[in-house]
C-alpha cells in the first residue's frame, strides 16, 4: 500500500514563503508523475504544480514565477516552494501521486495524500 504524508503547511503573511514537503512510503519501484493540487473553501480542487519522473514540470498560471516545485526519485518525494504568497493562495494542499510501479511490477494509481492547510493572511 503507498502512502503520501505532507508536511510544511501553515501561517504565512502576504509576500511571505512557505516549503511543503510530501514523502511516499511503501512497496515502491518509482513514481511517474507527482503533483501538488489544493482547495479552497467553496472551490473545486486545482493544479498548483507537477513533476514527472524525467523532471519536466507544469505550473499553473497563478503560481507560476512564484511557486517551484522539484522532487528526489532516490526519497520518493516531492517539495514545493512557495514564494511571494497572497492571501489567494489559502487553501489546503494536497501531494497526488498518478502511477506508483511498486516492487514487485504493480501499478497503484491516482493516490492522494490527507492534505495540509496553508493560510495567509496579515
Known amino acids: 500500500q503507498v502512502q503520501l504524508v505532507e508536511s510544511g503547511g501553515g501561517s504565512v503573511q502576504p509576500g511571505g514563503s512557505l516549503r511543503l514537503s510530501c514523502v511516499a512510503s511503501?512497496?515502491?519501484?518509482?513514481?511517474?508523475?507527482l503533483g501538488w493540487y489544493r482547495q479552497a473553501p467553496g472551490k473545486e480542487r486545482e493544479l498548483v504544480a507537477a513533476i514527472t519522473i524525467a523532471g519536466l514540470t507544469k505550473y499553473s498560471d497563478s503560481v507560476k514565477d512564484r511557486f517551484t516545485i522539484s522532487r528526489d526519485n532516490a526519497k520518493n518525494s516531492v517539495s514545493l516552494q512557495m514564494n511571494r504568497m497572497s492571501p489567494e493562495d489559502t487553501a489546503v494542499y494536497y501531494c497526488?501521486?498518478?502511477?506508483?510501479?511498486?516492487?514487485?511490477?504493480?501499478?497503484?494509481?491516482?493516490?492522494w495524500g490527507r492534505g495540509t492547510q496553508v493560510t495567509v493572511s496579515d
Open positions: 511503501g512497496s515502491i519501484n518509482s513514481i511517474n508523475a
Open positions: 497526488h501521486a498518478d502511477e506508483v510501479i511498486n516492487r514487485g511490477g504493480r501499478f497503484t494509481y491516482d493516490v
